[in-house]
Nanobody, 129 residues
């Protein structure tokens, strides 16, 4: 079984910054794709960014748009464990939501949340206007 634990969410004013962290353990998740998703009530979870075991990065084409211009995903592997981070500077109110860490065995990193069988409990991000 894979365990994912997120941290780093919080409430900030517009223009503020947050750094989310996720630690994955269980199977050899160093060989897994890992991703950040955002969920807003009434909408499907949408991928913010994903990173392959080798460090290939994809940013989601979400409603806030152009995450690659603002957010940075990074990854550290340590033995069979893996950690990912999401650096989020210059936050906007539309960035608010619950951010989830997700992972899957690596046969590619995918945009759809349905492709990820393992999820963390989520961490809240609230950006005030």
């Amino acid at each position: 079984q894979v365990q994912l634990v997120e941290s780093g969410g919080g409430s900030v004013p517009a223009g503020g910054s947050l750094r989310l962290s996720c630690v994955a353990s269980g199977y050899d998740v160093s060989e897994y794709c890992m991703a950040w998703f955002r969920h807003v009530p009434g909408r499907e979870r949408e991928r913010v960014a994903s990173i392959s075991p080798g460090g290939n990065i994809d940013y989601g084409d979400s409603r806030t748009g152009h995450e690659e211009d603002r957010f940075t995903i990074s990854r550290e592997n340590a033995g069979t464990k893996a950690s990912i981070y999401l650096q989020m500077p210059n936050l906007k109110p539309d960035d608010s939501g619950t951010y989830y860490c997700a992972t899957r065995e690596y046969r590619g990193c995918f945009r759809s949340p349905d492709e990820y069988p393992y999820w963390g409990q989520g961490t809240q991000v609230a950006v005030a206007a």
